[in-house]
């Protein structure tokens, strides 16, 4: 039977966008700015990811101690929350539609791999939260998953397929367990 072989891992044909300075810059200004509690400020982050490619939208609060992987395959819509140490992952596009929340240390993965293979390969596929998606504290979504408008993943649950709009998932995997309803 064969192995794991991670010494042949090469994840060509994946490039993180960027150059090295820039990857190597934005390295240290997530550390400093977005990952610590010490910068409190959501309007001088949005300028932050912005100078860095990010494509932000208007009112979007970013709360502390967040991680964001490579800012220039980020796109957030318009009154967004994002909650204290969300990861967001973005080896390629996420796009975050507007009215989102993703709470406390919820997770966005575009990446995996392919375990099948000796080599361990990189596997990357974009996330999509439509419109009002809500994540719940703790939740996981992982590459290739598109949250339909309005669709929440309750806490501590994981998407392993697309959520449903206006649909509430829960468990791991996360199911749909029934209609989200907005009555007010």
């Known amino acids: 039977m064969l192995k794991t072989d991670l010494s042949s891992y090469n994840n060509h044909p ?13 390295f ?14 959501s ?15 208007k ?8 991680n964001i992987k490579y800012p220039w395959f980020l796109q957030i819509g318009d009154e967004t929350w994002i909650g204290e140490n ?4 973005c080896l390629v596009i996420i796009t975050i539609g507007a009215n ?11 990446g995996s ?20 998606v809500w994540i719940g504290a703790g939740a996981t979504v992982n590459h290739g998953i598109t949250a339909g408008s309005h669709s929440v993943l309750t806490s501590g649950s994981i998407a392993t397929k697309d959520l449903l709009p206006y649909s509430i998932y829960q468990g791991n995997p996360a199911i749909k367990v029934r209609e989200r309803e907005i009555t007010s």
């Open 113 to 132: 791999h392919n375990y099948k293979n000796r080599s361990f390969d990189l596997i990357t596929k974009s996330v999509i939260l439509e419109d009002g």
């Open 59 to 66: 009112n979007v609060t970013i709360k502390p101690c967040v």
């Open 28 to 41: 240290y200004v997530n550390a400093a700015f977005f990952k610590t509690s010490l910068i409190p400020s």
């Open 86 to 89: 969300v990861w967001i992952d």
């Open 43 to 57: 309007g001088f982050k949005v300028f932050i990811l912005r100078m860095f490619g990010a494509r932000i939208g």
């Open 100 to 110: 989102v929340c993703l709470s406390q240390g919820a997770v966005l993965l575009t």
């Open 14 to 26: 994946f490039h993180p966008g960027g150059n090295a300075i820039k990857r190597l810059v934005w």
